[in-house]
């Protein structure tokens, strides 16, 4: 009876790794071809405009993602907890958060020029009375902003450098 509960415990570990995996290579993939779209869309991090453009307007955006982790990994932290050090399993989490937020962010306002004073807030949705990690929701906030037509030609943009 033993063996059979060890059994099972190894069996869902090892298909939590191959799914978590599976999952995770594919949520990567798809993040990668979004973020190709907009890769001429800027965002900063600096809370000023540049002043020779004439800004036509501006708003609040908000993109937000909440992301699962997997059995294995939720396994392998609790590991990792015992001895210490960095939880990489962990960092993959937060990483697809962070870019799937700032995707759906720009996606949102994909007509927009700029993005400034691009900020993230993090929080941890607890799965069990123990306080372990079920999820984590990443929001990516900034102000969108759109030039009037005739300043929009002089905007800067990563490939400009």
Do not use: C
């Not at 059994?7 to 990567?28: D, M, N, R, S």
């Not at 932290?77 to 210490?84: D, Q």
């Not at 993230?120 to 902003?145: D, Q």
């Amino acid at each position: 009876m033993q063996f059979i509960q060890i059994y099972t415990g190894l069996f869902l570990l090892a298909l939590g790794f191959i799914a978590g995996t599976i999952v995770e290579k594919q949520h990567y993939r798809r993040i990668k071809r979004r973020e190709m779209g907009f890769i001429t869309l800027p965002t900063m991090t600096s809370r000023n405009v540049l002043d020779e453009h004439e800004v036509m307007r501006s708003q609040l955006a908000l993109g937000s993602a909440v992301i699962s982790v997997d059995y294995f990994k939720r396994f392998a932290a609790s590991l990792k907890k015992l001895f210490g050090g960095e939880i990489h399993s962990y960092s993959s989490l937060l990483d697809r958060a962070r870019r799937e937020a700032l995707l759906r962010m720009k996606e949102n306002f994909a007509d927009a020029d700029l993005f400034v004073n691009v900020r993230f807030e993090t929080s941890t949705i607890s799965s069990g009375g123990n306080s372990r990690i079920g999820a984590v929701e990443v929001l990516a906030f900034s102000t969108a902003v759109w030039y009037r037509e005739n300043s929009k030609h002089a905007i800067p943009t990563p490939l400009d450098r």
